[in-house]
């Protein structure tokens, strides 16, 4: 490093993309249906980052991050980065286009896997390391947006991912990504003279993978690679950003390298005791993430500023920080005017976190007057949370206190299949699909008029109606053997189900980011969960008037509406699954009774809320577990319990995926090319199993020789007689022409294979 970093006292690790009114989203999915071009599309780039810079600066940040911002996902922008693009894409000419093939496909091009981000519901592009990658840096993405940043006068931080967890979470293809390195490193050392070269004072590397296990040698690595980058002469100052969880072995490791600052997160296991015991420290800047950016709940000053006064013996200089990206948080609470004002009250969106952290650091360092009164609100409403009475229903709890071991269980899986098969009457290689079918125009300008008052109940009702008509006809078209009702009134999986819950709340305008242009507004569980009424059962029993063939009922398990929705903090997770399951349970019973003989609950979240820490997971499985159990296990024998789970890797959950216990479980399997099904095999799985045949996230009509290549890898693993047929995941995002085509070709691929 040739000078002295200007030091900073206030700052967020990352900010969200989409815009605060999905204007990147809309502006993406106009670029891909040829409406506009490039220049439009990078038009609107520019708007959303020069208008969040000068927000963030104009909020008291005296360091910003800038190359955050990305039209698909960030580790996908690394490979960019990296010249680590997949060879199958190398012969699209346009680099726009080249990128969204990587991450969406073509009609000739898979793309790339993808999966969940650590723990939370935000979904990566795997980057594919291979023989023939050949590594070259391609830094003007990131040097043009710290460009714009210094055009405004913002005091910008370039931020990348680091080597570490790059390689980490890539796919190698004939040998481990690690093992490559050492050949980023010098890749890497460009980078920061480039940087240096432009201007930058600070670079922030992110390592979020060193809050998880590492080895002996991985963790020799880490002073390997940050004594190596922090030894460049030409570089800006280095801040490596660990979040998610605590660093643990990798902290001492990592301080004891030359680079200037490290970021740790206090809202996840950190503690001012760990700082504490590692001396080098204190000759460094720490970036205290003592503000959630993963959660919405109004921090605690009190606490926060004890955490913070705590650390000034501990370290060199201190700043305040949120304690990830504000990338999974809703952009600001100004847009739910709506919302209960008690509820609003004890909330933070990202600008209320901006905030937060600008008052903190400013209690810090200039002491608590200037900011008397924000201080003074936030443990009002901190006081009035505690005290609401809805955060409690002593019914709820005196059901759960008096269900015995029972509750959880049914009878051995083969005897429930005789059962199920007598009464199913299903053919060889039954034929399905996951639950949701194309959300077209027309059903989200129902919702919408409904939600204005344009419509009345009833005029709603009658058009949801004509959907699941239109969509079960469709299916008996097609011969499909079991059918469902297509989802047209549900806004998302899981805000359907807490919309008619107890104990949750919804946003209006809580956009937050799941992948690429797909985002979902998190519903807020604040008190204690009930359901007052059926949630499902008129819709799926009229669906299944209309057809003899059975009909799913459809629901969403209790860990996926937990990992999906913003938690409560003021009881363990356990309890809230558990209030979650029973309310599932309730309607599982329902269905039942009014004739429904299949039912799907859905866990396509039980990876991803797996702790990052190996000594943490058994815990979690067990009670997750024992929720959807709980949740599944109120019905008779003869009712087929399915189950689907997706878009993350599943070989640490293995056992529990068997342990669920579902009669048939299906699963994510076309981009990973049927993988998981040894891992089943390994684990002794011997339940019904449909390992998705054709990827559903990718707007190509898979043909019916590719999904019959997959049926047959698939029976290699799996006898027929347990093996179903049905896509990766749910049809809501894609268009009605391409549903059709695919699904009558994956009927053809069954037939064939039969």
């Known amino acids: 490093m040739t000078n002295t970093p200007t030091s900073f006292t206030a700052t967020v690790l990352g900010i969200p993309r989409i815009g605060p009114n999905r204007e990147l989203k809309k502006a993406t999915e106009s670029y891909w249906a040829g409406r506009i071009d490039a220049d439009a599309l990078h038009a609107v780039g520019r708007k959303l980052r020069d208008s969040q810079l000068t927000a963030l600066h104009a909020a008291g940040l005296d360091s910003i991050p800038v190359g955050t911002f990305s039209y698909y996902d960030q580790m996908l922008d690394t490979a960019v980065l990296l010249g680590a693009l997949p060879p199958r894409v190398a012969e699209i000419a346009d680099p726009l286009d080249r990128y969204f093939a990587a991450a969406r496909g073509t009609d000739a091009v898979a793309p790339l896997e993808m999966t969940k981000w650590f723990d939370t519901n935000y979904h990566y592009l795997v980057p594919e390391i291979g023989p023939e990658t050949r590594f070259a840096l391609n830094s003007d993405k990131l040097l043009g947006e710290l460009a714009e940043a210094q055009e405004l006068g913002v005091p910008a931080r ?22 490559r390195l050492a050949e980023l490193l010098p890749l890497y050392r460009d980078l920061l003279s480039r ?24 963790l020799a690595l880490v002073g390997t690679v940050y004594s190596d980058l922090a030894s460049a002469t030409d570089r800006p100052a280095v801040l490596v950003a660990t979040y998610f969880g605590h660093p643990d072995a990798a902290l001492p490791v990592l301080a004891s390298t030359p680079v200037e600052a490290i970021a740790l997160d206090f809202t996840a296991g950190t503690t001012v005791e760990d700082v504490a015991a590692v001396r080098p420290l204190r000759d460094k800047l720490v970036v ?18 004890s955490t913070l006064a705590t650390l000034l013996g501990s370290t060199g200089a201190l700043v305040v920080s949120s304690s990830c990206s504000l990338l999974h948080v809703p952009y600001t609470l ?84 005789a059962l199920q098969r007598d009464r199913l009457n299903l053919p060889l290689l039954p034929t399905t699909t996951i639950g949701s079918f194309p959300q077209t125009p027309e059903i989200r300008k129902a919702r919408a008029a409904y939600t204005r008052g344009d419509l009345t109940a009833e005029q709603y009702t009658e058009r949801m109606r004509a959907e699941v008509a239109d969509v079960i006809a469709l299916q008996e078209r097609l011969g499909l053997d079991v059918l469902v009702h297509g989802e047209p009134e549900r806004n998302d999986m899981v805000q359907y189900f807490a919309e008619q819950l107890d104990g949750f709340a919804a946003t209006a305008n809580g956009w937050v980011q799941s992948y690429g242009t797909r985002c979902v507004r998190p519903p807020i569980l604040f008190g204690d969960v009930a359901r007052p009424a059926p949630m499902t059962v008129e819709w799926i029993e009229y669906a299944q008037s209309l057809t003899d063939k059975p009909v799913k009922g459809m629901l969403t398990g209790p860990v996926t509406i937990l990992a999906w929705s913003f938690v409560r903090d003021d009881q363990p997770l356990a309890d809230s699954a558990r209030q979650v399951a029973l309310a599932i349970r309730e309607e599982t019973v ?95 799985f011997a339940l019904g199993i449909g390992p998705g045949v054709y990827d559903i996230h990718s707007p190509r009509v898979p043909s019916v020789a590719e999904i019959e290549r997959s049926l047959r890898a698939a029976l290699k693993a799996v006898p027929a007689e347990r093996l179903w047929v049905n896509p990766d995941c749910g049809l809501k995002t894609r268009g009605p022409v391409e549903v059709e085509a695919a699904l009558r070709n994956m009927r053809a691929a069954a037939d064939a294979v039969r």
């Open 590 to 684: 329902d269905l039942q009774a009014a004739g429904i003989r299949v039912i799907q609950v859905d866990e396509p979240a039980l990876r991803e809320l797996l702790p990052l820490r190996a000594e943490a997971k058994p815990e979690y499985l067990e009670w997750s577990v024992a929720a959807f159990r709980l949740a599944t296990s109120g019905v008779s024998d003869a009712t087929q319990i399915h189950t689907h789970l997706c878009y993350s890797e599943f070989g640490e959950v293995i056992d529990a995926i068997a342990a669920l216990d579902a009669d048939v479980t299906s699963i994510e399997a076309a981009r990973s090319h049927m993988e998981v099904l040894d891992d089943l095999n390994a684990a002794g």
């Open 158 to 179: 370039p931020v990348v991912i680091g080597p570490l967890t790059f390689l980490k979470l890539a796919k190698g293809v004939g040998a481990e990504p690690l093992s």
């Open 334 to 417: 100004t847009a739910e005017p709506g919302l209960d004002e008690a509820l609003r009250s004890w909330l933070a969106f990202g600008d209320e976190k901006v905030a937060e952290v600008r008052m903190l650091a400013t209690a810090l360092h200039r002491g608590t007057d200037e900011v008397a009164a924000e201080l003074a609100s936030a443990r009002a409403a901190l006081a009035n949370r505690a005290t609401d009475p809805r955060l409690r229903n002593d019914t709820v709890r005196a059901r759960l206190a008096a269900l015995g071991s029972a509750a959880t269980r049914r009878a051995p899986a083969a005897d429930r299949a």
């Open 195 to 218: 940087l240096a070269a432009a201007g930058a004072e600070w670079v922030q590397i992110d390592e979020p993978v060193l809050v998880t296990d590492l080895t002996a040698d991985e």
């Open 288 to 305: 205290a993430g003592v503000v959630d950016g993963r959660n919405i709940w109004r921090t605690d000053p009190d606490r926060a500023l």
